[in-house]
C-alpha cells in the first residue's frame, strides 16, 4: 500500500478540508449545493479517497479541483520564458 504525504493524513475526527468548520462557520456545509453527473466507478473511488482523508465527497472533489489549479499553475511557472516576458524582466526602471 503505497505511503501517503504527511500534508494528506488527517486525524479521524478531524476535517482535512480547511474551509468545512473554520472561521466561516460552514462553508461546505451550508452553501448551496448542485449534482455532478459522474461514472460509478469514478463515484466509488471519490467515496474511497474520502473516507481515506476523513472529509466528504463533495471536500474532496474540492480538493482535487484545487489540486489541478495548482498542477497547472505550476506547469505554467515552469515554462520557459517568452520573448516578451524577457524584455520585461530586463526593462530598465529608471
Same mark, same amino acid.
Do not use: F
Given at each position: #500500500?503505497?505511503?501517503?504525504? &504527511?500534508?494528506?493524513?488527517?486525524?479521524?475526527?478531524?476535517?482535512?478540508?480547511?474551509?468545512?468548520?473554520?472561521?466561516?462557520?460552514? #462553508?461546505?456545509?451550508? #452553501?448551496?449545493?448542485?449534482?455532478?453527473?459522474?461514472?460509478?466507478?469514478?463515484? %466509488?473511488?471519490?467515496?474511497?479517497?474520502?473516507? %481515506?482523508?476523513?472529509?466528504?465527497?463533495?471536500?474532496?472533489? &474540492?480538493? &482535487?479541483?484545487?489540486?489541478?489549479?495548482?498542477?497547472? #499553475?505550476?506547469?505554467?511557472? &515552469?515554462?520557459?520564458?517568452?520573448?516578451?516576458?524577457?524584455?520585461?524582466?530586463?526593462?530598465?526602471?529608471?
Amino acid at each position: #500500500m503505497p505511503v501517503r504525504p &504527511a500534508s494528506l493524513v488527517a486525524p479521524r475526527r478531524e476535517r482535512a478540508y480547511p474551509y468545512s468548520a473554520g472561521t466561516s462557520g460552514c #462553508m461546505l456545509i451550508c #452553501m448551496q449545493s448542485t449534482s455532478v453527473r459522474i461514472d460509478r466507478a469514478t463515484h %466509488e473511488e471519490l467515496k474511497r479517497l474520502a473516507a %481515506e482523508l476523513g472529509t466528504t465527497v463533495g471536500e474532496t472533489v &474540492a480538493i &482535487a479541483v484545487r489540486g489541478l489549479r495548482q498542477d497547472r #499553475m505550476g506547469r505554467e511557472l &515552469a515554462a520557459p520564458l517568452t520573448r516578451e516576458d524577457v524584455d520585461w524582466l530586463d526593462a530598465d526602471l529608471g
